[in-house]
């Protein structure tokens, strides 16, 4: 599914037009980005949990010398998907 189709999707589901539609999903995602970014958690009941995750430092190889080099610590989005979320991909 492209972000096309999950516009149209809310459209029609929620009896708006697709420019609502759009306006509403970049919105909402806007302000999950914003908050991660902020070091916020972003929790929707159901569906599952954003957040910022550490990682530290380590030692990585170097595919095609195999020469040790380091990689800087860094931090990553995550989700985490809600129970709810997990059983009805899973059926």
């Known amino acids: ?3 096309t189709d999950l ?3 809310i459209a029609a589901s929620a009896e708006l037009t697709n420019q609502q539609a759009t306006s509403a999903l970049d ?3 806007d302000a999950i980005v ?3 970014a902020a070091g916020d958690r972003v929790a929707v009941a159901g569906f599952g949990t954003f957040e910022a995750r550490q ?3 380590r030692t990585g190889r170097n ?4 020469e040790a080099m380091e990689i800087a610590a860094s931090t ?3 989700f985490k998907p809600a129970s709810a979320f ?6």
Not at 63 to 66: A, F
Not at 86 to 91: E, I, P, T
């Open 76 to 78: 990553a989005p995550a």
């Open 55 to 57: 990682r530290n430092a």
């Open 34 to 36: 914003e908050a991660v």
């Open 1 to 3: 599914m492209t972000k």
């Open 63 to 66: 595919p095609q010398t195999g």
């Open 7 to 9: 516009i149209a999707r």
């Open 27 to 29: 919105a909402a995602l």
């Open 86 to 91: 997990k059983k009805a991909v899973n059926g």
